[in-house]
């Protein structure tokens, strides 16, 4: 049924009318993962899906470098019609099997943001661990679909030495080890495809941190040094300039106000974060926001978030709450 309402809403125009009042602000758009054709994981954008994704994008929107962004919020300058930039968290290899060679074809550029240690195999992204944990066949009930995202919500707010044992408990609890290299699904680049990526021209790489802590569960130091270190790790093995980062999460409650100050100390040009909305003049660029897009695999749906008609949907809602939950006295 709602599906269906959509196709209605869409043929009376109402998505590219949404798409033609919003043009004014800039999409960032996030990805994570990607799957062969035919394939379909959680979490996971395939190639069929995403070729779609970037046809449409080349026909309604001007899709350009983050960089471009961030250096017209920097500059005050408005931006262009329509324009959109592509972000890829994490570092996984299925960015550069699957989805680096639809951007060659369609000649679009995107930013990666990589984890460092996960690049250089000192070990795996600890949220993919949990995903890893969930696939197995004697999963716990927190780890169901069900009650996941609220098992993945807890471990946010653990100190990352809590919250990793809190994860070796669950894998002692089920009798496995988790393997002390990613599986293939959740395995990294290798330096020479992120070079081979960056000497394309098309794709920037950015920083993700060292260890894709949560900001806000580790100290001001401890921040400091995932943001310097990554940085100094990714230019040496890229032998390029690290200009960008990623907030971990990146939701509001993901980091600290002064952590945006560190990120621009740092030597990054900008910053993006998680939580949804479109990026208006004005906006701060270490604070942008990003529509996610890894798991639109139907048209239109990916639509509805692309052309604007979700923007106003959320901005609709948030108008309303002080009438639909007025405070009592």
């Given at each position: 049924m709602k599906r269906l309402a959509l196709h209605a809403i869409r043929s009376c125009g109402m998505f590219s009318l949404s798409r033609h009042l919003s043009s004014g602000m800039a999409r960032v758009l996030m990805y994570h993962n990607f799957s062969a054709p035919g394939i379909k994981e959680p979490g996971a954008l395939n190639v069929e899906a995403a070729?779609?994704?970037?046809?449409?994008?080349?026909?309604?929107?001007?899709?350009?470098?983050?960089?471009?962004?961030?250096?017209?919020?920097?500059?005050?300058?408005?931006?262009?019609?329509?324009?959109?930039?592509?972000?890829?968290?994490?570092?996984?290899?299925?960015?550069?099997?699957?989805?680096?060679?639809?951007?060659?074809?369609?000649?679009?550029?995107?930013?990666?943001?990589v984890v460092s240690s996960f690049?250089?195999?000192?070990?795996?992204?600890?949220?993919?661990?949990?995903?890893?944990?969930?696939?197995?066949?004697?999963?716990?009930?927190e780890l169901s679909l069900a009650k996941i995202n609220a098992f993945f919500r807890a471990l946010n707010w653990m100190r990352p030495?809590?919250?990793?044992?809190?994860?070796?408990?669950?894998?002692?609890?089920?009798?496995?080890?988790?393997?002390?290299?990613?599986?293939?699904?959740?395995?990294?680049?290798?330096?020479?495809?992120?070079?081979?990526?960056?000497?394309?021209?098309?794709?920037?790489?950015?920083?993700?941190?060292?260890?894709h802590p949560i900001m806000s569960s580790?100290?001001?130091?401890?921040?400091?040094?995932?943001?310097?270190?990554?940085?100094?790790?990714?230019?040496?093995?890229?032998?390029?300039?690290?200009?960008?980062?990623?907030f971990p999460n990146g939701q509001p409650r993901d980091f600290?106000?002064?952590?945006?100050?560190?990120?621009?100390?740092?030597?990054?040009?900008?910053?993006?974060?998680?939580?949804?909305?479109?990026?208006?003049?004005g906006s701060d660029p270490y604070q942008m926001p990003r529509v996610g897009m890894g798991s639109k695999s139907e048209s239109i749906e990916f639509s509805k978030f692309l052309d604007g008609m979700a923007y106003y949907q959320h901005e609709l809602k948030k108008l309303l709450r002080p009438i639909v939950h007025p405070q009592r006295a």
């Open positions: 070729r779609a994704q970037l046809a449409y994008l080349r026909r309604h929107f001007r899709v350009v470098p983050l960089l471009d962004v961030a250096e017209r919020l920097s500059s005050g300058k408005g931006f262009d019609k329509n324009t959109v930039a592509l972000t890829i968290d994490d570092g996984r290899l299925s960015c550069y099997e699957f989805f680096f060679p639809l951007l060659q074809q369609f000649e679009i550029p995107a930013t990666f943001f690049i250089r195999k000192e070990d795996w992204i600890w949220t993919d661990k949990v995903l890893w944990l969930s696939e197995q066949p004697n999963a716990p009930t030495e809590a919250r990793n044992e809190q994860i070796q408990t669950i894998a002692k609890r089920m009798g496995i080890v988790i393997p002390s290299e990613a599986p293939a699904q959740y395995a990294p680049c290798s330096w020479e495809q992120l070079r081979e990526m960056a000497d394309s021209g098309l794709v920037e790489i950015g920083s993700h941190t060292v260890t580790i100290t001001d130091e401890e921040s400091r040094h995932e943001l310097i270190e990554s940085k100094r790790q990714l230019e040496e093995g890229l032998g390029r300039k690290v200009r960008s980062f990623c600290r106000s002064n952590q945006i100050k560190q990120v621009r100390d740092a030597g990054y040009d900008c910053s993006v974060l998680a939580h949804f909305g479109l990026v208006k003049s």
